[in-house]
C-alpha cells in the first residue's frame, strides 16, 4: 500500500511564473491538507480540501489555490510566484470519518522561485 | 491567539546521551497532540499522538509526556543515535466543528554527534 505521493520532488520556477504541485492520498483517505513550510520553520497550514471541496483554509493570498478530484487527489496551484514562494510543499492525507489521529504526510515538492 | 512553542530551538548532543525537548501550547480547543520527527527535506512522520486524558506515551527510545494542566509536553530521547538528528515538531490539533486544524511548532531541530 503506497502512502501519500506527491509530484514533482524538486520544481524551480521563476518569479511570476504559475506552478501546480501534486498530491494522491494514502489508500482509504478522503482528506487532504496542504502545507507550506519554509527553511528552519514549521509547516504552515494552507488549506484542507474534502469532498472536492475546500473545508479550511489558513492565511495564504488567493494566489494558492487547489482542486480535489473525485478519486480523492488533488493539486495545489500558485499563481504570480514570488521569490517568498520558495518553500517545501507537504501533502497530509486522512480520512474524514476518523479520529484526527490518521495524517500521513507525503515527501513534499521543493519549489524554489528565482 | 493558539500557538505552539518549542525549546531548544536546536540542540548538539553526543551519541549515546539522552536529551529532552520541550513544547508548550495556547490551544483551545484542545484534541490532542503529537511529536513529529522530520529529515531534511523529508515529511514529518508521526512518533506519539496523545489525547487530554493520556499522560505518557512511549515509542522505542522516544518518550513523550503532556500535562494539559499547565499546557505542557516534553519528547525525551534515549541513548541517542546519529539518526536521531533531525527536526522534532510538535503539533496541537485543534477541534473545530465537525473537523479540526493543526497547529506546528517551529521545531527542535537535534543533532547527533559521534
Known amino acids: 500500500d503506497a502512502g501519500v505521493t506527491q509530484s514533482p520532488t524538486h520544481l524551480i520556477k521563476t518569479r511570476g511564473q504559475q506552478v501546480t504541485l501534486r498530491c494522491s492520498p494514502k489508500s482509504g483517505h478522503d482528506t487532504v491538507s496542504w502545507y507550506q513550510q519554509a527553511l528552519g520553520q514549521g509547516p504552515q497550514f494552507i488549506f484542507q480540501?474534502?469532498?472536492?471541496?475546500?473545508?479550511q483554509r489558513g492565511n495564504f493570498p488567493d494566489r494558492f489555490s487547489g482542486h480535489q478530484f473525485p478519486n480523492y487527489s488533488s493539486e495545489l496551484n500558485v499563481n504570480a510566484l514570488l521569490l517568498g514562494d520558495s518553500a517545501l510543499y507537504l501533502c497530509?492525507?486522512?480520512?474524514?470519518?476518523?479520529?484526527?489521529?490518521?495524517?500521513?504526510f507525503g515527501p513534499g515538492t521543493r519549489l524554489t522561485v528565482t | 491567539k493558539n500557538q505552539v512553542e518549542q525549546s531548544p530551538q536546536s540542540l548538539i548532543i553526543l551519541e549515546g546521551k539522552n536529551c529532552t525537548l520541550q513544547?508548550?501550547?495556547?490551544?483551545?480547543?484542545?484534541?490532542?497532540l503529537r511529536w513529529y520527527k522530520q529529515d531534511t527535506g523529508r515529511g514529518p512522520v508521526s512518533l506519539t499522538i496523545m489525547t487530554f486524558s493520556e499522560n505518557t506515551k512511549s515509542n522505542g527510545r522516544y518518550t513523550a509526556t503532556l500535562d494539559a494542566d499547565t499546557k505542557q509536553s516534553s519528547l525525551h530521547i534515549t541513548a541517542s543515535q546519529l539518526s536521531d538528528s533531525a527536526s522534532y515538531i510538535c503539533v496541537v490539533s485543534q477541534m473545530m466543528d465537525s473537523s479540526y486544524k493543526l497547529i506546528f511548532g517551529s521545531g527542535t531541530r537535534l543533532l547527533v554527534r559521534p
Open positions: 497530509a492525507s486522512s480520512w474524514d470519518r476518523g479520529s484526527s489521529y490518521e495524517q500521513y
Open positions: 480540501y474534502y469532498e472536492e471541496e475546500e473545508r
Open positions: 513544547c508548550n501550547y495556547t490551544v483551545s480547543p484542545f484534541s490532542n
